[in-house]
């Protein structure tokens, strides 16, 4: 393991100053795993994003995941995967504790130009991604069709897996392309879905118990198997999960229902979760490290080791899931690719991808002021302009780009 010490190193680097949600982090990795290191090539991380697009979970921690595991086998990918989620869930969980004494007037002056600089990342992808994947005409309308749809239904977690499929099956129309070369099988790790179906059904049982049956501190084994269930079936990232765990945890357990049924329900103050709600926009590393902001919080009643637990439950039970999945489905995606069916799609498939990340581009630019003669507007779009050009044409790394722009927040 230790020759892959360097390539942990730029994990690391790359957890503190991955803003921006999956597709900036899809950005980030390709300045820094592709670009950079060269740990896989543009057209495999275009593989892997439009992969990870078809499964729930955390698509970028997935990415990640599939990233190291073509590095080092599974273990890497284990190793990638704690390296890239513990930064983030540490900050989360730790915020949880001191809600109280931190300023966020403060914290939003710092990391103000964090969101233009996001954009700049997110264009730069999508450039190098149209290069890349669009070069006839069928491409230009599904990309240019992509990114209509997604503008309109960008917050429907279904959206992306359809046009996906549909991006598939429309470029499967043609028997242009063939097979090039051949595809080499990898072995199906059959242990990883049973593990996943195991926990999923050993989580529901024990929680439906505890709470029949009134167990005493059975919190930890609800809000494992609430948290479990949301990394289990959570298409869309965190967009979605953020609106799920508010369901949960805080309008259930206001409903009189729930309250006359089960009074010892997971619950969180509304005031708290719209505070751990509104801080993870400013985090660098996975979105879903949301949830160890919201374990630590719904259980901040009792004492630091009740609450440290509540973190690390919110910590594991998100991201498992979605390790456990991209594992187990990853060797039957690639695999798939000895026939020329699935060959064919993939041109479709990755024109989508390319759809996806001008959507999200133009979707963030919404919330952004670019547009008339005050200060803020001139410098949001020069931190744009110059994020992009920097990404283009010179070899300034991801993690000096972000400082830099954490620099411009904390001067003006």
């Not at 989620?85 to 969980?93: I, K, S, V, W, Y």
């Not at 669009?134 to 749809?149: C, D, E, K, L, Q």
Request: positive net charge; charged residues 15%; hydrophobic residues 50%.
């Amino acid at each position: 393991m230790f020759r892959h010490i360097p390539f942990l190193k730029a994990v690391f680097l790359h957890s503190i100053t991955a803003f921006g949600g999956p597709q900036g982090h899809y950005a980030m990795m390709l300045k820094t795993f592709v670009h950079g290191r060269k740990d896989v090539t543009e057209e495999e991380l275009m593989d892997y994003t439009a992969f990870c697009q078809l499964l729930p979970g955390a698509s970028s921690t997935q990415i990640l995941t599939l990233i190291g595991y073509k590095r080092g086998g599974v273990p890497l990918a284990v190793l990638a995967l704690i390296i890239w989620m513990l930064p983030a869930c540490c900050l989360m969980g730790a915020f949880s504790f001191f809600l109280e004494y931190i300023d966020q007037r403060t914290v939003k002056t710092i990391f103000k130009f964090i969101a233009p600089m996001s954009v700049g990342f997110l264009a730069f992808a999508a450039l190098k991604a149209f290069r890349r994947s669009v070069h006839n005409t069928i491409t230009w309308v599904i990309a240019g069709f992509s990114t209509v749809i997604l503008l309109l239904l960008f917050t429907r977690p279904w959206v992306i897996p359809v046009l996906i499929l549909v991006g598939g099956f429309v470029t499967n129309l043609s028997d242009k392309r063939i097979l090039e070369k051949e595809v080499v099988t990898q072995k199906i790790k059959w242990w990883n879905i049973w593990l996943f179906a195991i926990i999923f059904i050993l989580a529901g049982l024990l929680s439906e118990t505890a709470r029949k049956n009134d167990w005493p501190n059975r919190r930890p084994i609800n809000l494992f198997e609430n948290t479990y269930r949301f990394g289990s079936f959570v298409f869309g990232g965190g967009n979605v999960l953020i609106p799920m765990m508010y369901e949960q945890f805080v309008m259930r357990p206001e409903s009189k229902a729930v309250m006359k049924k089960n009074p010892n329900v997971v619950r969180i103050d509304r005031e708290d979760f719209y505070l751990g709600a509104g801080m993870i926009r400013a985090m660098p590393g996975p979105v879903f490290s949301v949830s160890s902001y919201m374990g630590g919080t719904a259980m901040k009643d009792g004492n630091v080791s009740w609450q440290l637990l509540g973190c690390a439950i919110g910590s594991v039970a998100i991201f498992l899931p979605s390790a456990l999945l991209v594992l187990f489905f990853f060797p039957i995606w690639h695999n798939l690719k000895r026939y020329v069916v699935v060959y064919r799609a993939t041109e479709g498939i990755n024109a989508v991808v390319v759809g996806i990340l001008l959507a999200a581009t133009f979707y963030m630019l919404k919330d952004i002021t670019i547009i008339g003669l005050k200060m803020v507007s001139f410098v949001n779009l020069s931190v744009i302009v110059g994020t992009t050009v920097l990404l283009l044409y010179s070899k300034l790394p991801s993690p000096v780009i972000v400082l830099l722009c954490l620099l411009l927040g904390w001067l003006i």
